[in-house]
């Protein structure tokens, strides 16, 4: 029998990974790693600037408006922060008492300026006159 010489292909052998042996803090020195911790610095000092900024001008700025700015003016002309405080608020019904006038009602929606809640008043009325017991939408 005849001897066949075959060769068997081998492949070729593949290359290994071996470790390398480096200190754990080796990445973290040098120039390089100095310069990005300072531009961070910076970043972070510039970014805590635009926040107070920010803050202090939206905080001047909600104080810089009057209290009726935010609130509004009721229909007599009072702010809607005093309107709160006073004694008839404005779109209630007042049932006139014996003694009452338009001035006195006036007075009691609108204790800062009574004119123009008499004149509103009276405008709702279409008169100037009130009698005991009528039933007064309050502007």
Do not use: K
Request: proline share 7%; net charge positive; aromatic share 2%.
């Amino acid at each position: 029998m005849a001897l066949l010489n075959l060769e068997i292909a081998c492949p070729e052998p593949r290359p290994t990974l071996r470790l390398v042996p480096t200190s754990s803090q080796a990445w973290r020195t040098g120039a390089g790693w100095a310069a990005r911790r300072a531009r961070r610095a910076r970043t972070r000092a510039r970014r805590r600037v635009v926040v107070l900024v920010l803050a202090a001008t939206g905080g001047l700025a909600v104080l810089g408006f009057p209290g009726h700015a935010l609130g509004g003016v009721t229909g007599s002309g009072l702010p809607t922060d005093l309107a709160t405080g006073s004694a008839i608020a404005s779109g209630t019904v007042y049932v006139v008492q014996s003694g009452d006038t338009v001035t006195s009602i006036a007075r009691a929606i609108n204790p800062i300026d009574p004119g123009l809640a008499r004149s509103a008043l009276v405008r709702e009325l279409r008169s100037d006159v009130v009698v005991p017991g009528e039933h007064v939408l309050v502007p």
